[in-house]
């Protein structure tokens, strides 16, 4: 038996590949002359870099301007090709991630992703032609103005002065230096992966919709769509596209200002990853599929990692088992996308702490029952 392991992550207890590593254990418990292949899978937010490290990217790191100004460092990931290019992936999170700021309103307005641009930077001199970005779990609402700074951009106040980095100064920039912009960027193609199609400002923009969760109060937010509906108006005027599209307001509106300077396109987060790393590949040998992440929830019925995952396994008629740390919907609905079992560790656990603390060892308990019964 050929079995695919491809969970997501378990956020708050293990990484994607961490999760593959103890259902691997869990299934060849029950099958131990199995092919167990090992294969994290993730829709384009955090998670992304590690799994396409797991298929082969090779892993770098840099020391970047982190979202407060800190210094920090970010990892990415580079594959070259037999062509001459080369793919690189890299993840918002960590460069300018929620977790290297305190979420307060202060911050939220001072936020940038200046560091995401010092690795497009790496990559670029790695000679990348093709950058695939990965949104999630950023701490920034700037437009994706600070990484446009690192490369060279350099926008300008009614004075004549560069405006300061982070969000809550957008609205004083009235026109944009591109003279020092890096001319690579011409050249190179951008994937971002959005599964979002919130607006760049508005009522179900970055701002309202995203900024809370980044420190932001009622004035805050007020003051950081404010600036990206002035950012987007600058960077029409600068280059005559519209970037208040859908998709452009995820990642603290980070899409936009590559949609204004780059031949960027918004892709769909799961379908973009499994493209990168060969997923059809994988599932074209397999005779089992198990995938899973830490919540299995209504969210996950749009289109998250593991339920399209499921889907594409339904339509090569291969079946799916999915072992999550909590399932919060019925096994018809799972039903529906070929999943033909599934287990919960919260079944198994004394208490949701203990499923969190000790989630490797009951994620490889669950596994086996599962398989048992199946």
């Known amino acids: 038996m050929r079995i695919l392991i491809a969970p997501d992550k378990f956020k708050g207890s293990l990484t994607a590949a961490?999760?593959?590593?103890?259902?691997?254990?869990?299934?060849?418990?029950?099958?131990?002359?199995?092919?167990?292949?090992?294969?994290?899978?993730?829709?384009?937010?955090?998670?992304?870099?590690?799994?396409?490290?797991?298929?082969?990217?090779?892993?770098?790191?840099?020391?970047?301007?982190?979202?407060?100004?800190?210094?920090?460092?970010?990892?990415?990931?580079?594959?070259?090709?037999?062509?001459?290019?080369?793919?690189?992936?890299?993840?918002?999170?960590?460069?300018?991630?929620?977790?290297?700021?305190?979420p307060t309103p202060a911050n939220a307005l001072r936020a940038h992703s200046y560091g995401c641009g010092q690795l497009i930077a790496a990559a670029l001199d790695a000679g990348a032609t093709e950058i695939v970005l990965g949104l999630g779990g950023s701490a920034m609402t700037d437009g994706g103005s600070g990484a446009m700074r690192a490369l060279g951009l350099k926008p300008l106040d009614a004075a004549g002065n560069v405006v300061p980095l982070g969000g809550g100064s957008l609205a004083d920039a009235v026109s944009l230096d591109v003279s020092g912009l890096d001319p690579r960027l011409a050249a190179v193609r951008f994937r971002i992966a959005v599964d979002v199609q919130n607006p760049l400002f508005g009522d179900t923009g970055a701002a309202h919709v995203f900024g809370p969760q980044k420190g932001a109060d009622g004035d805050a937010v007020e003051l950081l769509d404010a600036g990206l509906r002035n950012w987007a108006s600058v960077l029409r005027e600068a280059t005559g596209r519209d970037v208040n599209v859908p998709g452009a307001g995820a990642a603290g509106g980070f899409p936009a200002s590559f949609l204004a300077f780059t031949r960027a396109q918004l892709e769909g987060g799961f379908a973009l990853v499994?493209?990168?790393?060969?997923?059809?590949?994988?599932?074209?040998?397999?005779?089992?599929?198990?995938?899973?992440?830490?919540?299995?929830?209504?969210?996950?019925?749009?289109?998250?990692?593991?339920?399209?995952?499921?889907?594409?396994?339904?339509?090569?008629?291969?079946?799916?088992?999915v072992v999550a740390g909590r399932i919060l919907v019925t096994p018809e609905e799972l039903a529906e996308h070929g999943v033909v079992a599934a287990a919960q560790l919260l079944d198994i656990a004394g208490s949701p702490e203990d499923a969190v603390a000790n989630a490797a060892k009951y994620l490889a308990w669950a596994t086996s029952q599962v398989l048992e019964g199946a």
């Open 274 to 321: 499994a493209d990168l790393t060969g997923l059809a590949e994988q599932l074209a040998d397999a005779d089992l599929v198990i995938t899973g992440e830490g919540s299995m929830d209504s969210q996950s019925l749009t289109g998250k990692a593991p339920i399209a995952l499921a889907d594409a396994a339904h339509e090569r008629g291969i079946p799916v088992i």
């Open 18 to 102: 961490e999760a593959a590593s103890a259902i691997a254990e869990g299934a060849l418990r029950v099958y131990p002359d199995a092919v167990a292949t090992q294969f994290p899978v993730a829709d384009g937010g955090e998670g992304t870099l590690e799994a396409a490290v797991s298929a082969g990217y090779e892993e770098r790191l840099n020391a970047v301007v982190g979202p407060i100004l800190a210094p920090i460092g970010a990892a990415w990931a580079l594959r070259k090709d037999a062509f001459g290019g080369a793919t690189a992936v890299i993840e918002t999170a960590q460069a300018s991630g929620l977790e290297h700021m305190e």
